[in-house]
Nanobody, 127 residues
Framework: QMQLAESGGGLVEPGGSLRLSCVASGFTLDYYAVGWFRQAPGKEREGVSCLDSSGKDLNYADPVIGRFATSRDNAKNTVYLQMNSLKVEDTAVYYC????????????????????WGQGTQVTVSS
């Protein structure tokens, strides 16, 4: 069974950092682009980033450019989201998702582009 599991969420003060991990089981991420999404209370889920299978093509949503960085370790079947300079508005449940394609594509921030989803991890930014 193809599954993704996120971890690394928690409570952090504004300006702090967190690193989220997304581990795949039941399949290898080598041939999948992986995206990160988030859903804040009362809001729709939005795309945050996408990383292609090679780890060379990175895509970020405007609100996180310069603060978030995604990377992958295919040997560990894991994708990461390093989040720095966190803001209160970054508070959300964060999800990783795998796309049955090696590339992110133009619509990398659309949920319909992804086939396998994790259960999410809560990130709360508060003083």
């Amino acid at each position: 069974q193809m599954q993704l599991a996120e971890s690394g969420g928690g409570l952090v003060e504004p300006g702090g950092s967190l690193r989220l991990s997304c581990v795949a089981s039941g399949f290898t991420l080598d041939y999948y682009a992986v995206g990160w999404f988030r859903q804040a209370p009362g809001k729709e889920r939005e795309g945050v980033s996408c990383l292609d299978s090679s780890g060379k093509d990175l895509n970020y949503a405007d609100p996180v450019i310069g603060r978030f960085a995604t990377s992958r370790d295919n040997a560990k079947n894991t994708v990461y989201l390093q989040m720095n300079s966190l803001k209160v508005e970054d508070t959300a449940v964060y999800y990783c998702a795998a796309r049955t394609s090696t590339v992110c594509g133009t619509y990398y921030d659309k949920e319909d582009e992804y086939d396998v989803w994790g259960q999410g991890t809560q990130v709360t930014v508060s003083s």
